[in-house]
């Protein structure tokens, strides 16, 4: 079933699922579980499924440059969650995490992780680094995206975590672009004494990451969503803990010209446990619509 860009994509109730892998489980086992899973959702009206084609960042589909999961062995999970959702008249939406939660690059490929000024590893939690937009990642990211959607009828992509963490990014990629681009290095004092130019040369590295998936997908499936999220929001990583109504170092008006929906991580704990107040959430979601001109949805 090919993608079909109607406007399905602005008011359909998405929902983020993730498999649990169990080791040697026939692949029989594994169709029962994800019919169980899809027809669960589907009961309770949720009518579009966002998923990660990758366990720990390694291959749970045919065809990536990542290994596949070995928990998994040659069951193709994702052909399988892809027929169980389309055979429903639900969509399907290839997800990452983006920048973060991604063992197998971090591991495998040291020099693509952001880095401090002094050039340490910057660490989303004591395991996981968090990588750089700039290093080859992002094109990693967008080739592995692009064979994915040209192989398996996806009617969207939703990337999360599209962010340079606090400090960052100082690595070998990043210094090697700034000079190119400004005609001098790169140093942390003058971040410090200079950060507008830091935070602009942030800005567009994001949007440019933005716009090279944007012409993959015109490339390769052009009637797939293109959805982003950046996370990082006020002062901290993921915007968890600031007030901060716009987040800052997303140049939200170039983005408007390349991706088709925005998610914002924002409604955190909703019903029980609000992390802001929701006047504070509705003045994000106007900001961020006029500036992009998209919808935008206010997902946790
Ligand atoms: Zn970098």
């Known amino acids: 079933m090919k993608p079909v860009k109607d406007d399905w994509y602005k ?29 669960t959702a589907k009961s309770v009206g949720l009518n579009t499924l966002a998923f990660d084609p990758y366990y720990g960042g390694y291959a749970i589909h045919k065809g990536s440059a990542a290994p596949y999961n070995y928990d998994i062995g040659e069951a193709d999970i994702f052909s399988m969650m892809e027929r169980a959702v389309h055979k429903r008249g639900m969509k399907l939406v290839a997800f990452s995490m983006g920048m973060h939660f991604q063992p197998y690059t971090c591991r495998q490929y040291p020099s693509w992780v952001q880095r401090d000024s002094k050039g340490e590893p910057i660490r989303y939690t004591e395991n996981w680094l968090v990588m750089c937009p700039n290093s080859p990642f992002g094109n990693y990211l967008i080739q592995d995206f692009g064979r994915l959607i040209s192989q398996y009828p996806i009617d969207g992509i939703y990337i999360e975590g599209l962010y340079f963490a606090d400090g960052a990014c100082f690595c070998p990629y990043c210094r090697e672009k700034f000079v190119n681009t400004y005609g001098f290095e790169m140093l942390s004092e003058e971040a410090e004494r200079e950060p507008s130019q830091y935070t602009k040369f942030r800005e567009s590295s994001l949007t440019d990451f933005v716009r090279r998936m944007r012409r993959m997908i015109d490339q390769k499936s052009p009637e797939t969503i293109w959805m982003a999220s950046p996370s990082a929001f006020g002062d901290d990583w993921a915007g968890m803990h600031s007030g901060a109504e716009r987040p800052f ?49 206010r997902n946790t």
């Open 11 to 39: 008011l359909c109730r998405i929902y983020l699922e993730f498999i649990n892998p169990k080791e040697r489980a026939s692949v029989q086992e594994w169709e029962e579980y994800i019919e169980k899973s899809v027809q």
């Open 249 to 297: 170092e997303i140049d939200f008006a170039s983005w408007g010209k390349y991706v088709d929906v925005i998610h914002m991580e924002r409604q955190w704990g909703y019903p029980t446990t609000p992390t802001f107040p929701l006047r504070n959430i509705g003045q994000s979601v106007q900001i961020i619509r006029a500036e992009t001109h998209k919808p935008v949805f």
